[in-house]
């Protein structure tokens, strides 16, 4: 079984990913940030690849992304490195979330084969759209058992939201906010009463929130109305900040009170 499946039919609730993107803040550093991210027990990461035009992206993890391609990170480098955290034993469900631009040029085929030896579970293609998914990369993904991640915002219609529940496997990404990722000191009204209209849906998949935690509070909303909780803005400026994955763990857990 797929070890995302695996993950969220063994824990429901009170799930952390973290996110962060390859070849930042060092060309080799990826494979150690996975490491030392299976070391503290986070449940799911998810590995970026770096792209000239973030256009979801706030700036954080747009100055991580032109870093890293200054640092030569490639998608195939990426294959490379995530093997590497895989063949040193670490077994937590690995996501590989990038535009469509690199991996098209790839190829699909080529791409999903590169992502099962290399032991990614999962990828999110946030500019992928719908009809390519169900035409084009579900059938070749589903070969390879790599689960495709879709995402939904507050904008996104309840039809889109059930057809997503209903063509897709693993978890849906909950964006907190239509806007650009980036740190939220604390979710307002609004973006409670989309978790709660979502809460109300009773769909089949669990959901993973993510897009502007990076403190107790927004982390405690997140974990309350869905699985979990996905941070990246802030994980990825300690990184920067800290050049250290370990002392940026630890910095982020002193922010989250855990």
């Known amino acids: 079984m797929n070890r995302i499946n695996q ?18 803040p060092t060309p080799d550093s990826t494979a150690n940030i996975i490491e030392t991210l299976y070391r503290n027990r986070i449940d799911l990461v998810e590995v970026g690849i770096p792209f000239t035009d973030p256009m979801a992206d706030g700036p954080v993890i747009q100055d991580a992304a032109t870093k890293a391609l200054r640092n030569g990170m490639t998608l195939r480098k990426i294959f490379g490195q995530v093997k590497e955290a895989r063949d040193h034993g670490v077994e937590m469900p690995l996501i590989l979330m990038g535009y469509l631009n690199p991996i098209y040029h790839m190829g699909y085929k080529e791409f999903f084969e590169r992502c ?9 293609i946030p500019d992928l759209p719908f009809k390519d998914y169900l035409e084009e990369v579900k059938p070749v993904a589903d070969k390879h058992d790599i689960r495709v991640i879709m995402l939904i915002t507050p904008e996104t219609s309840d039809e889109r ?3 997503i529940d209903e063509h897709t496997d693993g978890f849906i990404y909950m964006v907190s906010s239509a806007s650009t990722t980036g740190a939220q000191k604390e979710f307002d009204l609004e973006k409670q009463a989309y978790f709660n209209k979502v809460n109300d849906m009773s769909l089949k998949h669990p959901r993973m929130i993510g897009f502007g935690i990076s403190n107790k509070q927004t982390l405690e909303s997140a974990q309350a109305n869905a699985a979990g909780a996905i941070i990246g803005s802030k994980f990825v400026t300690l990184l920067d900040e800290l050049q250290d994955p370990q002392a940026a763990v630890d910095s982020l857990r002193d922010a989250l009170g855990k």
Do not use: E
Request: glycine fraction near 14%.
């Open 7 to 24: 993950l969220f039919d063994r824990k429901r609730q009170g799930l952390l990913s973290l996110y962060f993107c390859a070849g930042h």
């Open 116 to 124: 099962r030896k290399a032991g990614v579970d999962g990828v999110i």
């Open 161 to 163: 939201i059930r057809f």
